[in-house]
């Protein structure tokens, strides 16, 4: 069964306090991890897909990467405005279109 | 203009009631989507319609029903309702020509069983 960890659970930053987060999954064969941003009350909201072992990608303060085991989610010179909670999912081969999420971690940047 | 829309946002009722909550996409998606997410944020599929096919129908009680009457609306009807039902739901939607297309997510639907 595909299953993805995500830690810490929750992260205090003051502002510009750079740090990363990290999603550790296990399936059978990766189609796509994806990175998602979800402040309360709402939606999650798209960050980023990444589909092989090597690949980054950037937007604004964040970075994506991914290894075989774990992706990282690293936060530069973090704001107030980055706080959220951070959900990572993998789609593995064979799944269809179906996504498992990791349970996030909650981010808090400070002033 | 609201991508994917839910209705409504917030539902409280008792239990045993039989509920509906909507959902519509206008992005001109193929795909659609319920997820539930629980008390301790987990986010979870139930169902996945592509072009009003059911795709995806996760371990999920026989009282949820999905029901898509075109590609742009997919509706789920909950009978029974019992208190472990209580949850966010939420739509999304994808356009639907390769399992890894982004999946955009409504605004979700705080359901609550008394």
């Known amino acids: 069964e595909d299953q993805v960890t995500q830690s810490p659970e929750a992260l205090r930053l003051q502002e510009g306090e750079s740090s990363s987060l990290n999603c550790s999954y296990t399936?059978?064969?990766?189609?796509?991890l994806f990175w998602y941003r979800q402040d309360p009350g709402k939606g999650p909201e798209f960050l980023f897909t990444?589909?092989?072992a090597g690949e980054e990608k950037e937007k604004e303060r964040l970075k994506a990467t991914l290894t075989k085991k774990e992706s990282f989610l690293h936060i530069t010179a973090p704001k107030p405005e980055d706080s959220a909670t951070y959900l990572c999912a993998v789609q593995a081969v064979g799944s269809n279109y179906k996504l498992t999420f990791g349970k996030g971690t909650l981010l808090t940047v400070n002033p | 203009d609201t991508a994917v829309s839910q209705t409504p946002k917030y539902l409280v009722t008792q239990m045993g009631n039989d509920k509906s909550i909507k959902c519509e996409q206008n992005?001109?998606?193929?795909?659609m989507y319920w997820y539930k997410q629980d008390s301790k944020k987990f986010l979870k599929i139930m169902f996945s319609?592509?072009?009003?096919?059911?795709?995806i129908n996760e371990t999920v009680p026989n009282r949820f029903s999905p029901k898509s009457p075109d590609k742009a609306h997919l509706n789920l009807h909950i009978n029974s309702l019992e208190l472990g039902d209580s949850a966010v739901y939420f739509c999304?939607?994808?356009?639907?020509?390769?399992?890894?297309?982004?999946?955009?997510f409504g605004p979700g639907t705080r359901l609550t069983v008394l």
């Open positions: 399936v059978s064969g990766l189609r796509g």
């Open positions: 999304a939607s994808s356009q639907g020509r390769d399992p890894t297309d982004t999946q955009y």
């Open positions: 319609y592509n072009n009003k096919e059911l795709i």
């Open positions: 992005l001109g998606h193929d795909t």
């Open positions: 990444l589909y092989s």
